[in-house]
């Protein structure tokens, strides 16, 4: 496991735009983000469990894709828990509606027709926001976290929204797993070409097979002042 002040988020002095967006991913040693039932818990690690609650911990609110989310069928934990989802194609089954209702509620981003046409129970179990029109804009769904004061942003993926993420020059830093398996599926964390490409790696760590591989945006860097 890495040290524990090599989890803590950076000094805010440091932070680009007042916030920090950590991804945290596991992979297979060939890239693959998901197992063979189409979880990635099945390729997690002792390890790597104990890595992602520790980090679980550190951050403001915890971001992730509606189709992590359905997948894994998160449930409510102390931490916020905030959704991308653009079509808001969800079962009222999930974990994270069903179960008694508790602060904080989650929150999910959506695009402004979405918002406009949401089911009466998921306005009731979340709190939706519209964020874009067509498609959900990024920049403005870390705005709005920030402007809540959930600053420390823990993107718990999956590989399209951190991709997405990636994209749009949102990731400050990546925290990943790999666990020594071999898969040979199609998934992987990110596509070709989509790599951070101002990150540098920080930290390395082995225990048991398992690697954890900790990188971090360059601060004097072209896009530390975007």
């Known amino acids: 496991m890495p040290p524990a ?45 104990g890595l992602f609650l520790s980090l679980r911990g550190t ?15 998160y449930s409510r934990v102390p931490t916020p828990i905030a959704v991308v989802s653009r079509r808001l194609d969800f079962s009222a089954d999930l974990r994270l509606f069903a179960e008694p209702a508790r602060e904080p509620l989650p929150i999910i981003f959506t695009t402004s027709q979405a918002a406009a046409s949401s089911a009466m129970w998921l306005t009731n179990a979340a709190d939706v926001v519209p964020c874009g029109d067509d498609s959900v804009d990024l920049a403005q769904v870390i705005h709005e976290l920030a402007s809540r004061g959930l600053t420390r942003i823990h993107c718990e993926g999956g590989p399209t929204l951190l991709g997405s993420l990636v994209a749009h020059d949102l ?41 954890v591989i900790q990188s971090r945006r360059i601060p004097d860097s072209p896009q530390a002042n975007r």
């Open 171 to 211: 990731v400050d830093e990546l925290v990943l797993t790999l666990t020594p398996s071999l898969l040979g599926t199609p998934d992987r964390i990110l596509h070709a070409g989509m790599a951070p490409q101002a990150l540098r790696i920080t930290g390395a760590w082995e225990q048991d097979g398992t690697v």
């Open 59 to 73: 951050g403001d609110v915890i971001l992730v894709g509606a189709g992590t989310l359905r997948t894994e069928n």
């Open 5 to 49: 002040e090599s989890l803590e988020f950076p000094p805010t002095s440091t932070w680009p735009n007042g916030t920090w967006v950590r991804g945290c991913m596991v992979s297979t040693l060939d890239g693959s983000a998901i197992g063979v039932d189409g979880r990635s818990g099945s390729i997690s690690s002792t390890v790597d469990r």
